[in-house]
């Protein structure tokens, strides 16, 4: 059996870590603006996007990776050995992308298991690590779909706005969480619902930034002390607020010694819908450390038989 792995350009892998998986395949999110259409992280880059939006009157919108670009895919992999394929794609609550899928999830060669991540960004990203990691370590599909359901479970998103008329325009929230936010002035706290629907739903309110980060770190730390099973690890990303997430991060290390903290962005693909300054946190058991716990009880069991 040979796994491969593919996701979408929302997990915002970095290619020297896609280089050193060597199984994921990422499909870039198509972002079209004044009739012009461009590719999440080829050639659309943070930077550029985040400019321009401050400057341009028109708003970019995004559409999912094509499926004659899966299909096309898919055969290459099969023709490179690779007997699975494990789809982990932007959450359905977000895109139409999962749905999609639908088309392909019957396909035997290569075989294509589709899982809704509902998640994206740092979110995805650490379950397509994980995916990533057991493949190459040579676990079986139904080991790695497990394990991935396995992070599901312990994973949330939580992130600030500055702006929700991005995310009311592209229809990720309601008009009511929208008129309400602007109108109080505040900044709101909103959350991806991982453990069902994968929609993006408003949990908080608070006057200043300061408060909504606090916010945020007492969810953290909820969950840290109901599930001890593992230890936690979090990735913080930022949508064109940089020295926010520096300073962020550094707070986060000094008063969470015991979770692993990494750094993460959100692209163009994600930031067409949510606008420049978000400041975002998504946290789960330590991928790393729940790959390891299950490659020493494989060990372990190998020895025994």
Known sequence: ?????????????????????????????????DNNTFYDMRTLQPKQFYDQLAKRKALPTTSM????????????????GITDVIILPMS???????????????????????????????????????????????????DILAAITTLQHSM?????VKDLNYLKRTGRISTTSQVLGNLLRVRPILAIDTQDTGIIRPIGKERTAKRAIRHIEDDL?????????????????????????????????????DVRFSAGIIGPGVGCHTGGGVLAMAWAYDWQVLADQLISERAQLQIQI
């Open 1 to 33: 059996m040979s796994i491969a792995i593919i996701t979408d350009s929302s997990a915002y892998l970095s290619p020297q870590t896609v280089a050193r998986a060597g199984n994921i395949y990422v499909t870039p999110i198509a972002i079209n603006w």
């Open 65 to 80: 990776p094509s499926m004659g670009t899966i299909t096309q895919l898919l055969d290459d992999l099969a023709e490179e």
């Open 92 to 142: 359905k609550g977000i895109s139409s992308f999962t749905s999609a899928l639908s088309v392909v999830a019957d396909q035997t060669m290569p075989r294509v298991h589709v899982v809704d991540t509902n998640s994206t960004c740092g979110g995805m990203e650490m379950l397509v690590l994980l995916a990533s990691r057991l493949a190459n370590e040579g676990f079986e599909i139904t």
């Open 156 to 160: 949330q998103i939580e992130f600030i």
């Open 221 to 257: 730390t909820a969950s840290i002390k109901a599930a001890p099973k593992l230890p936690y690890a979090a990735v913080v990303f930022d949508g064109n607020a940089p020295e926010e997430k520096r300073a962020w991060l550094h707070h986060l290390k000094e008063t969470f010694t």
